[in-house]
Each structure stands twice: as C-alpha cells, then as structure tokens.
C-alpha cells in the first residue's frame, strides 16, 4: 500500500474540503472541481469506510513491516483518519436537504416532514434499473429536425390507475451546457418515481451547439410543448395540465418556458400554439446571462449565442429568465447546490428574489447543503428526498389547478 495509501489519505482530505468550500469556481476548471467532489459529498459513508480500511491496512503494515516503512504507515494511517473524520461530517447533509425541501413547500401548504426511508438510495438505484417498463413510446418525432425527438413515460395500466381519466404531464429537458446531452440520461429517477405514480412524462432532445445556435433550443422545447398539446390525450395525457422540469441547461430551458408562455421569438411557424405550463421546478439552472459570475460568457459568446454581452446585450437579456419574470408566472420550485462550482447558487437566488417580487403564484426555494451541481445523477439519499419533494409540489399544484370552483 505504502505511498499509495498516503496519496488516497490526501485526496480524500482534499475532496471532502472542497465538498464543503470549493475552490475552482470558473469554467471549464470548475467542472474538475465537481468531478473531484461530488462523490465526497454525495457519497461520504462509502468514501469513509473506504479511507477506513486504508487506515487499518496501515495499522497492519505498521505492525508487521519494518523500521523503514513505519512512516509510510503512519502517514497512512493519519491521512486516512482525517479523510474519514472529513467524510463523516458530510453525512447529515442528505436528512438537512430533506428538511429544507419540506420547509421549500411551506407556500403550498405542504406540510409534515419528508420521513427516512430505510434503503432510500439502494430504491433509487432499483428504480432507475427499471425504469424502461415505464417507457410506452420511443423516438417519436415532434418536429421536422433529426433532433426532434421525444419518449413518453407512463404506466401501462395508466387508465385503470386513473379510473379514465388524463395524467398530468411532466415535461422533462435535459442539461449539458446547451452542446451535449440526451434524453435517455438525465432525471430518471424523477420520471420512474412520477410515472409509477400515474404522472405522465416526456422527455426531449433539443437541437445542440456550436450546430444550431441561440435560440434554436428553446424553440425546440416549445415546440415538444406544441406536441404535447396535440397529441398527449392519446397516450391518456391531459394537455390542460404541463408542468416542465429540467437540470443544469436544462434547468436554464425550463424556467425560460415557464416565463415566456406564447412569445411570437420563440414560437416562428407556430405562433398559435398554447405553450403555457401549469409550473416549473428548474434544477441547479443558470438563469441570468447577464452576469458572469462563474466564466460562462466564454461558453455563451463562443458555441451557444454567437456574440458578446457587450455587443448583444438584448439577446443575453431576453433569454435570462430573471429578466423575463412577471406576474403570469406559474408556480415555481427552484432547486440548487449551495456549493455549486458550474452554475453557482446566486443565479437561483436571483430568479427566486426576483419570482417573488412579481409572481402572484406560490414561489418555493430548496438550497441543499453542500451539493453540487448535478447531485441528483447519482443514486443517493439526497436524490430519493429530491424526487420526493417534486413529487409533493407538482401533486399539491396539480390538486390546486383542478379544484372545483365554488
């Protein structure tokens, strides 16, 4: 082990450091910096009894190696000791994010503290290892574009479940900095829980960069809107109730959906076509373009829109969801990482500052401790309360929306 284990000790140190106070905040280095972290702080009691048994392989070696490699072992035992003292104190962070999702859903009414659930991560990796029987319609196009393409979620019994009548439907976008990504990869466990529980979710691809430039991406979403409206009555859908979801970029689309209901911009050639959603819950989104706070521009400016803030400060504007919040909004569950390095965490407290300020529609706001941007990819406590918690919101709006009238 000798030196190896030493080096295991000190990153595993380092890591746990960064989980609580990362360091590399700027693009592209910051997405190093979530690759380094993210298992340290979404996974500390695996990383923990790892180090552990390092520290007791240098117990051994201390023991029974020789004069010379007794410091080896010693600095094994003690950089792993650390590394596990570390870890440890990451591990109340799943049951504090269940908290502070209950405590999100307060202007809902929501009320009562999400429970522990025994195996709650080793669910979630059941779930997404089954998720393919929820899948009732594959690669469906929903425009004339190679892009366009969608998958509908539902169980098969869906009819029976709802005694006949439609689903909700959630509307699912996925992330990737606006130039990589698929349908297939991202919010699985989400959709597995919805759909298991008689949710209807679509899932899309979107037209990528450097390809297509701004704003093919957003009208590509609005335009999955356009065939949801069409056509998801006959998969047992209700058109009438949408609510749009989506992490990262995705997140950035999602909330950009939800304020921009029927823009003539984003809707050429199908300009008629109702794209109102019923809610919006974006994940760890960048919704302000106009500030630079963590190296995006150089991103934006080369691959998505083309051109600088300076000289195309309309276009960054419009397509920041903090400037496009009114009061039309729907009901928002806004979701981040207080130790997000790639899109940092005032980009969601702005939008949820500025929701409140115009918004007549209940506004609700998890900030999870220490979690990193796309925390919810991997199959972990924090994630099952994650879904939990959108699970309760989306129920408690769609309850609202079809409410008899007095």
Same mark, same amino acid.
């Given at each position: 082990?000798?030196?190896?284990?030493?080096?295991?000790?000190?990153?595993?140190?380092?890591?746990?450091?960064?989980?609580?106070?990362?360091?590399?905040?700027?693009?592209?280095?910051?997405?190093?910096?979530?690759?380094?972290?993210?298992?340290?702080?979404?996974?500390?009691?695996?990383?923990?009894?790892?180090?552990?048994?390092?520290?007791?392989?240098?117990?051994?070696?201390?023991?029974?190696?020789?004069?010379?490699?007794?410091?080896?072992?010693?600095?094994?035992?003690?950089?792993?000791?650390?590394?596990?003292?570390?870890?440890?104190?990451?591990?109340?962070?799943?049951?504090?994010?269940?908290?502070?999702?209950?405590?999100?859903?307060?202007?809902?009414?929501?009320?009562?503290?999400?429970?522990?659930?025994?195996?709650?991560?080793?669910?979630?990796?059941?779930?997404?290892?089954?998720?393919?029987?929820?899948?009732?319609?594959?690669?469906?196009?929903?425009?004339?574009?190679?892009?366009?393409?969608?998958?509908?979620?539902?169980?098969?019994?869906?009819?029976?479940?709802?005694?006949?009548?439609?689903?909700?439907?959630?509307?699912?976008?996925?992330?990737?900095?606006?130039?990589?990504?698929?349908?297939?990869?991202?919010?699985?466990?989400?959709?597995?829980?919805?759909?298991?529980?008689?949710?209807?979710?679509?899932?899309?691809?979107?037209?990528?960069?450097?390809?297509?430039?701004?704003?093919?991406?957003?009208?590509?979403?609005?335009?999955?809107?356009?065939?949801?409206?069409?056509?998801?009555?006959?998969?047992?859908?209700?058109?009438?109730?949408?609510?749009?979801?989506?992490?990262?970029?995705?997140?950035?689309?999602?909330?950009?959906?939800?304020?921009? @209901?029927?823009? &003539?911009?984003? $809707?050429? #050639? %199908?300009?008629?076509?109702? !794209? +109102?959603?019923? *809610?919006?819950?974006?994940?760890?989104?960048?919704?302000?373009?106009?500030?630079?706070?963590?190296?995006?521009?150089?991103?934006?400016?080369?691959?998505?829109?083309?051109?600088?803030?300076?000289?195309?400060?309309?276009?960054?504007?419009?397509?920041?969801?903090?400037?496009?919040?009114?009061?039309?909004?729907?009901?928002?569950?806004?979701?981040?990482?207080?130790?997000?390095?790639?899109?940092?965490?005032?980009?969601?407290?702005?939008?949820?500052?500025?929701?409140?300020?115009?918004?007549?529609?209940?506004?609700?706001? @998890?900030?999870? &401790?220490?979690? $990193?941007? #796309? %925390?919810?990819?991997?199959? !972990? +406590?924090?994630? *099952?309360?994650?879904?939990?918690?959108?699970?309760?919101?989306?129920?408690?709006?769609?309850?609202?929306?079809?409410?008899?009238?007095?």
């Amino acid at each position: 082990m000798g030196r190896a284990g030493t080096t295991a000790g000190i990153m595993g140190v380092l890591t746990a450091a960064g989980a609580r106070r990362p360091v590399l905040r700027r693009w592209p280095t910051s997405v190093a910096q979530m690759g380094l972290c993210t298992p340290a702080s979404e996974m500390p009691l695996a990383g923990a009894l790892g180090h552990a048994a390092l520290a007791v392989g240098g117990v051994v070696g201390l023991v029974r190696g020789s004069r010379p490699g007794r410091a080896t072992a010693l600095a094994t035992i003690g950089t792993n000791v650390a590394a596990v003292a570390a870890l440890t104190g990451l591990r109340t962070d799943a049951r504090r994010s269940a908290v502070v999702l209950q405590e999100a859903l307060a202007p809902l009414g929501v009320t009562g503290l999400d429970r522990p659930v025994p195996g709650a991560a080793r669910r979630i990796r059941d779930r997404m290892q089954g998720a393919g029987r929820y899948v009732v319609a594959r690669d469906v196009a929903y425009g004339p574009e190679p892009e366009h393409r969608l998958d509908v979620w539902a169980r098969r019994d869906l009819h029976l479940l709802r005694d006949g009548g439609p689903a909700p439907v959630l509307l699912q976008v996925h992330g990737g900095a606006w130039t990589l990504g698929s349908r297939t990869t991202e919010a699985v466990p989400l959709m597995a829980h919805l759909a298991a529980r008689g949710w209807m979710c679509v899932t899309v691809d979107y037209r990528l960069a450097p390809a297509a430039r701004w704003p093919a991406m957003i009208v590509d979403v609005k335009r999955a809107l356009g065939w949801i409206r069409e056509h998801v009555a006959g998969f047992g859908g209700d058109p009438g109730f949408v609510a749009v979801t989506g992490g990262s970029a995705g997140g950035h689309l999602a909330a950009l959906t939800a304020l921009t @209901a029927n823009d &003539p911009a984003y $809707q050429p #050639g %199908f300009e008629e076509v109702d !794209t +109102a959603v019923q *809610a919006a819950v974006p994940l760890y989104g960048v919704h302000d373009f106009t500030v630079d706070d963590q190296g995006l521009w150089k991103l934006l400016e080369g691959k998505v829109i083309g051109t600088s803030y300076a000289e195309d400060e309309a276009t960054y504007r419009a397509a920041s969801p903090v400037h496009r919040a009114g009061p039309g909004a729907p009901p928002f569950l806004v979701v981040h990482g207080d130790t997000d390095t790639v899109a940092g965490v005032g980009q969601s407290r702005r939008l949820v500052a500025r929701l409140q300020e115009v918004s007549g529609q209940p506004v609700c706001y @998890a900030e999870l &401790p220490h979690a $990193q941007h #796309g %925390f919810d990819g991997l199959p !972990t +406590a924090r994630t *099952a309360y994650t879904v939990r918690a959108v699970h309760r919101f989306l129920t408690a709006v769609h309850a609202r929306a079809t409410a008899p009238t007095a």
